[in-house]
T-cell receptor, first 110, second 111 residues
């Protein structure tokens, strides 16, 4: 079956440092989504990537989808305390349902 | 536009009791999902409704869990009888396309 690994599980950075989380699949994905969950909050949709090699930016966030559509990354430049939370990738299975990665919990030290 | 709402926000029950969680999706969204996140772990898919029909319930842990979506509007998830391992945050999400909008979740603690 399809296996998607998300790493790292935890990341502590000093404010101003960069941060990256990765999702790697054993099989080709049709698309991938990224969500952010603040502590005590609920997952919030950030972006969807569909095309091979796609790169999208949202302010300090850069999202990439690999050429083979088997891996994806979320990169945050110059982290701020507001970036704290858990970042999940999610990918579609059959039908319209999505499965979520294990998440990367980001702590930003002021 | 109102978002996805869930009730209750918190529930503390004893092992063996019954709890019913409710989700009101965004109006007009045909797709409704239930997920569970146990502390520190991944968001686990439970099931998916399209309107009132169960599209996929492969993620339901066992027959102590029963989900319904009568009339294709709100949905309920009943746990009966609850066990300790059922504790976690239960999220509901709705969508009309591929973007899922999550509710605030119900935090369930089974003692």
């Amino acid at each position: 079956g399809q296996q998607v690994m998300q790493i790292p599980q935890y990341q502590h950075v000093q404010e101003g440092e960069d941060f990256t989380t990765y999702c790697n699949s054993s099989t080709t994905l049709s698309n991938i989504q990224w969500y952010k969950q603040r502590p005590g909050g609920h997952p919030v949709f950030l972006i969807q990537l569909v095309k091979s090699g796609e790169v999208k930016k949202q302010k300090r966030l850069t999202f990439q989808f690999g050429e083979a559509k088997k891996n994806s990354s979320l990169h945050i430049t110059a982290t701020q305390t507001t970036d704290v939370g858990t970042y999940f990738c999610a990918w579609p299975n059959t039908g319209n349902q999505f499965y979520f990665g294990t998440g990367t919990s980001l702590t930003v030290i002021p | 536009e109102a978002g996805v709402t869930q009730f209750p926000s918190h529930s503390v029950i004893e092992k063996g009791q019954t709890v019913t969680l409710r989700c009101d999706p965004i109006s007009g969204h045909d797709n409704l999902y239930w997920y569970r996140r146990v502390m520190g772990k991944e968001i686990k898919f439970l099931l998916h409704f399209v309107k009132e029909s169960k599209q996929d319930e492969s993620g339901m842990p066992n027959n102590r869990f029963l989900a319904e979506r009568t009339g294709g509007t709100y949905s309920t998830l009943k746990v009966q009888p609850a066990e300790l391992e059922d504790s976690g945050v239960y999220f509901c999400a709705s969508s009309q396309g591929l973007t899922q909008y999550f509710g605030p979740g119900t935090r369930l603690l089974v003692l």
